[in-house]
């Protein structure tokens, strides 16, 4: 099994910024793709960004492009997603998720392609 703990969640004004970080434990993989979802109150999971093994291969939703950066450390098996320009409709527990292989692509954007799933982390976006 694998372990995912989230952390840095938290109330900011619009226009600042968030750093969260997803550290993994347990019986992780050899190689495996990372990424961080959000849900917003009354709406469905979406995808934000993601992450394979190598760094390699990145992807971001439309709406987070510009602002968002993921990155991650293997050895200490985290992944990162900094948060700039936050906006209110940024507002949604953020999920962070890992892929029991590497992945490339469009996979990436994927949620089925998750088999592990953090317990999310709160982002308040104040206006």
């Known amino acids: 099994q694998v372990q995912l703990v989230e952390s840095g969640g938290g109330l900011v004004q619009a226009g600042g910024s968030l750093r969260l970080s997803c550290a993994a434990s347990g019986r992780t993989f050899s190689r495996y793709a990372m990424g961080w979802f959000r849900q917003a109150p009354g709406k469905e999971r979406e995808f934000v960004a993601a992450?394979?093994?190598?760094?390699?291969?990145?992807r971001y939703a439309d709406s987070v492009k510009g602002r968002f950066t993921i990155s991650r450390d293997n050895a200490k098996k985290t992944v990162y997603l900094q948060m700039n320009s936050l906006k209110p409709e940024d507002t949604a527990v953020y999920y962070c998720?890992?892929?029991?292989?590497?992945?490339?692509?469009?996979?990436?954007?994927?949620?089925?392609?998750?088999?592990?799933w953090g317990q999310g982390t709160q982002v308040t976006v104040s206006s």
């Open positions: 998720a890992v892929a029991p292989n590497d992945m490339y692509g469009n996979s990436l954007y994927l949620g089925s392609e998750y088999d592990y």
């Open positions: 992450i394979s093994w190598s760094t390699i291969s990145i």
